[in-house]
C-alpha cells in the first residue's frame, strides 16, 4: 500500500470486510478516539483508498481489487524495487495492470527521462508527484475488478508504442501451465503488450506459482526474465533457470 500506518492498514481491512463503517464503530473496535479516526480517514481518503461520508467510510477500490492489493505487500515492494532498478534515464517501457507491477512506478523516483505506456490507472498517483516520468495511458474499457482499461480500444492504442521493456503482472505461473489470468480481455492486452517491448519481464511474488488462472497467457519460455520471492520453492527455481529464463529473487 501507498505508504499506510498500520492502523489505516486495520482500518482499511475493516472498511473492506464491512462494505460501509461507521467512524464510531472504527473508533470502538480500534481502541482510538473518533478524533484519531477521521484523521486517519482524511489520510486513506488523500491516498485514494476511501470515500468518506457523513460519519462513515467506504472503499473506493472494488472490494475484490483491494483484497489483492492488501496481500503479501512486502514481497510486492521488493519486487517492484528490483525491477525499477532494471530501468535507465531516458527508456522506454511499458507496465501492464497488476498490484505489484503498479508498485514499479512507486520506485522511479530519482531517474530521468523515462516514458512509460500502460493501461493501469494505479500508476496515476505516482505520476502526480514524478515530473521526471512521463505516462500515457491507453484508453478502453475499466474493470473495476483490475482497475485496468481492456478491450479493442486498448489493443489497437498500444500497436502504435515500442519499448525497451514490458513488465507484466499475471495472476499466476506454473512450469505445465505458463502464466495466466482470470480475465480473458486481461490475457490479450498483457499479449499486445508484450509483443511491443524488446524485453519481457513477468513481476509476481511466489504466491502465484502454481495457481492456474481461467485464460492462458503465454508459455513460460516466452519471457525473458520473471522477478520473484525468496519463497519461491527450490524445484521451480532449477524448472525455471534450465528453460534459460532469467530469475531475479527478491530477499
Sequence with gaps: MVGMSQREQEILSLVISEGEIAVSVLSDRLGV????????????????????????????????????????????????????????????????????????????YGKRDIQIVTNSTLLLPYMRTNPNVSLTVVGGEFRPSAEALVGPIALSQLEHYHVGITFAGTDGFSITHGFTTHLTENAEIVRRMCAQGTRRIIVADSSK?????????????????I?????????????????NIELLIAD
Excluded at 209 to 225: C, K, P, S, Y
Design 227 to 243: 522477478i520473484t520471492d525468496a519463497r519461491l520453492i527450490p524445484e521451480a527455481r532449477h524448472r525455471i533457470e534450465d528453460m
Design 209 to 225: 506459482f502454481d495457481q492456474v488462472g481461467f485464460v492462458r497467457i503465454f508459455n513460460l519460455n516466452e519471457v525473458d526474465a
Design 33 to 108: 478516539s473518533a478524533v484519531t479516526i477521521r484523521s486517519d480517514l482524511r489520510s486513506l481518503e488523500a491516498k485514494g483508498m476511501i470515500i468518506r461520508s457523513h460519519g462513515s467510510a467506504m472503499a473506493a477500490y472494488n472490494p475484490y481489487f483491494l483484497e489483492k492489493q492488501n496481500s503479501n505487500t512486502e514481497y510486492k515492494n521488493r519486487i517492484a524495487q528490483i525491477a525499477a532498478s532494471m530501468v535507465h534515464d531516458g527508456e522506454k517501457i511499458m507496465v501492464t495492470n497488476g498490484t505489484t507491477s503498479a508498485l514499479i512506478a512507486k520506485y522511479l
